[in-house]
């Protein structure tokens, strides 16, 4: 299924956001599972890019001076990987990853980060856009708790699902940790 041009996205997965200040967050496993994606991932020879998100927001915890802002040690960048770092929400806006994905030929794009209802799911939803066949790995994602309009507290295990369910054959195929390490470790299986 997944071609030596298809590229693993690896979005936001920063120190900061395991601060108590987000709330309470579903799939404590996201990490260990995006860190098994990337490993497989990197040993088949297919390109890995990393987001990193420099917060202008003065609340946040990924402020470029904040120690928050480092990427966590599960799936620090390597050599010759490549990082691009926002400000935006989507990874699209304000680097040059788009153009960076044309000019390689990478049209199918494999996302796993941090949070799938913040910027993983504006990142998938602006590939879409643009034509990129993109996947999202359900649980190499996770979501915190979130507060409606009315007050209402929204679980972080609903935010994930919903999340997922709203991307799903609409602007993406939502896979499991398991099936894509099936893929990419017995590709004539798939």
Known sequence: ??????????????????DPHYGIRNNPDAEQNMHRLLDA????????IHIQH?????????QPELSGCEIKDEVK???????FQKEAHSAFVGTGLEAYLRKNGYSVLVLIGLTIEHC????????????????VISDATAAFD?????????SAEVMHTVSLASLHHEFVQVLTTKELLADIENPAVT
């Open 77 to 83: 960048p390597i050599h010759g990987e490549r990082l």
């Open 54 to 62: 420099l917060s202008t927001n003065p609340r946040s915890k990924l």
């Open 1 to 18: 299924m997944f071609s030596s041009k298809a590229a693993l996205i690896v979005i936001d997965v920063q120190k900061g956001l395991d």
């Open 41 to 48: 991932w990197r040993k088949s020879g297919r390109p890995v």
């Open 146 to 154: 979130a507060q409606g309009p009315d007050g209402t507290i929204v």
């Open 120 to 135: 993983v799911s504006s990142t998938a939803r602006m590939a879409d856009d643009l034509g990129f066949e993109t996947y």
